[in-house]
């Protein structure tokens, strides 16, 4: 057993960014492959937001436009 080496398997490291040694490395700073995901999809997200922001603008300027005529 001490001169062994240990092999990553998918139970070992569920969730990370890899066994690979590139994923290692990213999970020992806290890098996980949903961290990555979410960091990728944060772009769509902001487009969204400043979708619903014009949205409101728009519902609030008819309205008080219709109401100050």
Known sequence: MAGQTKEC???QCPMTSGCDP???VL???GVTRS???T???LPF???GVVWVAASLKSLWDA???AVGS
């Open 63 to 65: 309205a008080t436009t």
């Open 27 to 29: 999970n020992k700073v």
């Open 35 to 37: 961290t990555l995901i």
């Open 39 to 41: 960091l990728a999809l």
């Open 45 to 47: 997200a902001w487009n």
């Open 22 to 24: 590139v994923g290692r």
């Open 9 to 11: 398997s998918q139970a």
